[in-house]
Structures are given as C-alpha cells and as structure tokens.
C-alpha cells in the first residue's frame, strides 16, 4: 500500500505510530526548529521509539537514553527490523546517485520486498538541494546522475520499480511550513556538502573520487576545487598553447556556465593530505545553467591527455556506470558523440519518471 500525506507526521492517525515499536533511520538533518529538537528525541518522549539506525557519525553517541542507537555503513541491517512495527526516514538526498542515503533507501527497500515484510515505512520527504535539473545516464540503480528528484520521489521509483508490497507513506515535502522555510543544505547532509554552490558542482566534480585527483576534500570548497600535485605543469598551459587564459572560449576547460580560476591548495585530509595540489576553483555564474557532468567528462580527459604517466582513473567505472562515458575519458570517442548520448538518456529518464512526481514542478534537462 502506498499513500502520500500532506500533514506532519505527528498528526498522522496511524495507530502503527501511536502504538507501535517505532525505529527511525536518519542523521543530523532530523532536527525540528519549531520543536527545537530532534524528530527522534520527539519520538522518544512521546511515543514508543526503541532504535534510532544512524549513518557512520552522524550523530553523537548516546543522543536518547533508553533507544537501541545503531550505526550502519549504508544498508540497515535486516534483523535489526524483526521486532519493529514502522520505520521512520528522515535523510536528506543531495540530488545524484553517489549519494549514500539513496543506496541505502534501495537496499533496504530490496530487503523489505525480498523478505515479504510488511512493515510500515513513513519517508518524510524533503526539497532536492540539487533542484530539478537531469544529467547523466541510468545506472544500476535505474537512476541517471542527477537525477532532479526530492527523496521521497526516489521512495516512490524505488518502490514501483521493484513491485513491492510493504507499506509506505510519504510525508509531503510541504506538509509543514518549515521545510519551505529552512534551506535543504542549512544543515549540511554530509561533511563535504557545504552549501548553496557545493549543489552547482556535486554530480559532476564527484567523479574525481573515482581518480587520484583531489575534489578539494580537506578544504573549505569540497567539491569547488580540483588538482593534485602532478598537476603543476599546467601552470604556463596557456601561454604555450596560445590561449589567453583558463577562460577564453576556444580553451578546453572552458565553461560559459563559470569562471576558472588556476589555483594551489593543501587538503588537511584525504588523497594528497599535507601536500600542495595544483588545480581549478570553479566559480558559478549565477543566472547560468550549468552541467556539471559534462563539464567534470571533459575536465577529466583533458587531465588525462596532459599528465598520460601520473593520472590514474582505476576507480571511475562504478560512479560512471556506462560504458560510452568511460570511452570518452579513455580517449576512444568523441566528445560529439559522448554528448549525443546523455541527452539521449536525460530524454528517456524525462519521459520515465513523470509517473512518480509527487509536487507539481517537473525536472528538467539543460538543452
């Protein structure tokens, strides 16, 4: 059974949530301004919550005496939901399918149907970060990279697509006035996701977590930055190649989308911890609609054309999930090709989802 409900969870008249053995999945976003609490110290207090599932270090210690506290890495352990009557999600998603919080939704709700449960799971959904904007191609996950939806949509595709049968809710992003008040990344989801401009860039400057090029993990701007120490060469790139800086069009990192600034950096953490690294920042032009993707697709084969003996891009095949997008920063194809075929997939994606829309605005793909 599926329902979409437009009041707060604790107006809800489901006896489940009045009566029933309450566990909660969630991190720090599960706090409550009017209440000036968390959802799970709420639940604690009034109801009957015996176990809180917390990703790795998201939350501090013994936060409610009495609750079960259980740290998971990204699946909730299945055993771990034999004696509970609903559980209650609140994680915020960021807007691409690297996210842990989406991977964990889908193995739990594969759990969940592969078992028979009948447990009752209640999403309180929240606004995307990431807007509505699509890039990419699907993977695994039947997900493209950006995928432009707010989690519980993810809740909803996840739960059709697999044809369960377990009950879930999904409490509307608007059922209170808080959720259209408080920013979706006021209170960061993860370390590395630190506001407004980290949602510019996320989709695509990920990927180089699949190569020994630091995303600027260890700064103040994850996700903003990227270079690695080999890559101080690219210093007097420009002159030798006659452009007239990192932003003239005919260049190739160029994007009308931001400016690129050549900087250094030293990440306190992480790949090249305490090393200089030689890089970009990258800067959003407001007004402008960027593709992130993209853009990260041809950052990483200009990197890999100048520095053939020092880049290494092992790990990218399981963040790109697609063969073509792998042969393009190999330097087997073209890059009009390469684009061919993620507009080609942000079509069908565009097409496929409209079923599983909850709110009234649609995503949509830069043209």
């Not at 707010?150 to 009950?167: P, Q, R, V």
């Not at 990927?207 to 090029?213: A, D, F, K, R």
């Given at each position: 059974m599926f329902s979409f409900r437009t009041t707060p969870l604790f107006e809800q008249p489901d006896l489940v949530l009045r009566q029933g053995r309450l566990a909660m999945l969630c991190n720090q976003v599960a706090w409550h301004p009017d209440k000036g609490e968390y959802h799970f110290e709420t639940l604690a207090r009034e109801r009957n919550l015996v176990r809180i599932f917390m990703p790795e270090h998201s939350l501090y210690g013994e936060c409610c005496p009495g609750v079960e506290m259980v740290e998971i890495g990204d699946s909730v352990p299945p055993e771990k939901l034999q004696d509970i009557d609903a559980l209650i999600i609140e994680l915020q998603d960021v807007g691409a399918r690297y996210c842990t919080a989406t991977r964990t939704l889908l193995k739990l709700f594969y759990d969940l149907h592969r078992s028979g449960s009948d447990i009752s799971i209640y999403?309180?959904?929240?606004?995307?970060?990431?807007?509505?904007?699509?890039?990419?191609?699907?993977?695994?996950?039947?997900?493209?990279?950006?995928?432009?939806?707010?989690?519980?949509?993810?809740?909803?595709?996840?739960?059709?697509?697999?044809?369960?049968?377990?009950?879930?809710?999904?409490?509307?992003?608007?059922?209170?006035?808080?959720?259209?008040?408080?920013?979706?990344?006021?209170?960061?989801?993860?370390?590395?996701?630190?506001?407004?401009?980290?949602?510019?860039?996320?989709?695509?400057?990920?990927?180089?977590?699949?190569?020994?090029?630091?995303y600027g993990h260890g700064t103040t701007r994850p996700f903003e930055q990227f270079g690695a120490p080999f890559m101080e060469p690219l210093y007097d790139f420009n002159r030798k190649n006659g452009f007239k800086n990192w932003n003239d069009p005919s260049n190739p990192l160029y994007d009308n989308s931001l400016y690129i600034r050549w900087c250094r950096f030293e990440p306190a953490y992480g790949i090249w911890k305490d090393e200089v690294c030689f890089g970009f920042h990258l800067m959003f032009i407001?007004?402008?609609?960027?593709?992130?993707?993209?853009?990260?697709?041809?950052?990483?084969?200009f990197i890999r054309e100048q520095f053939p003996d020092n880049f290494e891009y092992d790990s990218l095949e399981p963040l790109l999930q697609d063969n073509m997008l792998l042969s393009y920063v190999s330097g087997e194809i073209d890059w009009e090709l390469t684009s061919e075929h993620i507009k080609t997939e942000e079509q069908k994606w565009l097409r496929k989802v409209k079923k599983y829309l909850l709110y009234g605005d649609s995503p949509w793909r830069v043209k």
């Open positions: 999403v309180m959904d929240r606004i995307n970060s990431s807007g509505r904007q699509v890039e990419g191609t699907m993977g695994v996950m039947g997900l493209p990279h950006r995928h432009g939806l707010t989690f519980g949509e993810i809740a909803n595709f996840f739960y059709y697509e697999l044809g369960a049968k377990f009950h879930l809710h999904i409490i509307s992003a608007e059922a209170e006035q808080v959720n259209k008040e408080l920013m979706p990344w006021s209170i960061p989801p993860f370390s590395d996701f630190a506001g407004l401009f980290t949602s510019h860039f996320y989709s695509g400057q990920c990927l180089w977590m699949g190569t020994n090029v630091s407001p007004g402008h609609t960027y593709h992130a993707l993209n853009h990260a697709l041809r950052s990483i084969r």
